[in-house]
């Protein structure tokens, strides 16, 4: 009987990866986040990018970051992809499980974060670590219970030909 293999990915990277894969559907030009929410027993519950809502064509709305019309921006029409996770959710309750996300949460998203009862935010990268929507994030993660911290890099590079 032969040994098991060595090199399969783990668990962090497994999510990590899912994340990131749903971050590749997102139609924004300038930043694509993946979101995965995984359970306490490692099964995945729900996933999300950053898009509009149904209805809401791609190809119509627009993708600007600035404008002197507020409605000629994406910021006022986009769905983050925490909170496109939790909402294509509907199997029940989100208690207890962990978020994986491509961006750290906004302060919107940790609003229903901390709501839908995650307990666990694991993240890439924090662009925007310096506003205030972030430390809106940190101060009610912190106040709330939710655990947040940056996701260990691996030296891991996956190629999936499609
Ligand atoms: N955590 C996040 N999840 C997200 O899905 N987003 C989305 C909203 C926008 O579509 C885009 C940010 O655009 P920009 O300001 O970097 O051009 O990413 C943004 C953040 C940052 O808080
Ligand atoms: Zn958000």
């Not at 994030?137 to 912190?142: A, G, K, V």
């Amino acid at each position: 009987m032969g040994n098991k293999r060595s090199d399969y990915i783990s668990w962090d990277e497994y999510f990590m990866g899912v994340a990131k894969l749903s971050g590749m559907r997102s139609k924004d030009p300038s930043t694509q986040v993946g979101c995965c929410i995984v359970s306490q027993d490692n099964k995945i519950l729900s996933m999300g990018y950053n898009g509009l809502p149904r209805g809401c064509s791609d190809d119509t709305f627009p993708w600007s970051r600035e404008g002197e019309d507020p409605l000629e921006t994406k910021y006022v029409y986009t769905v983050h992809s925490e909170l496109n996770a939790i909402l294509n959710y509907r199997g029940g309750s989100l208690e207890g499980a962990k978020l994986y996300v491509s961006l750290f949460p906004c302060n919107e998203c940790a609003k229903a974060i901390i709501q839908s009862g995650i307990k666990e935010v694991i993240y890439a990268e924090n662009k925007y670590e310096d506003t205030p929507a972030v430390q809106a994030s940190m101060r009610m993660f912190n106040a709330a219970g939710v655990s947040y911290h940056p996701y260990q890099a691996t030296e891991r590079e996956i190629c999936i030909r499609l």
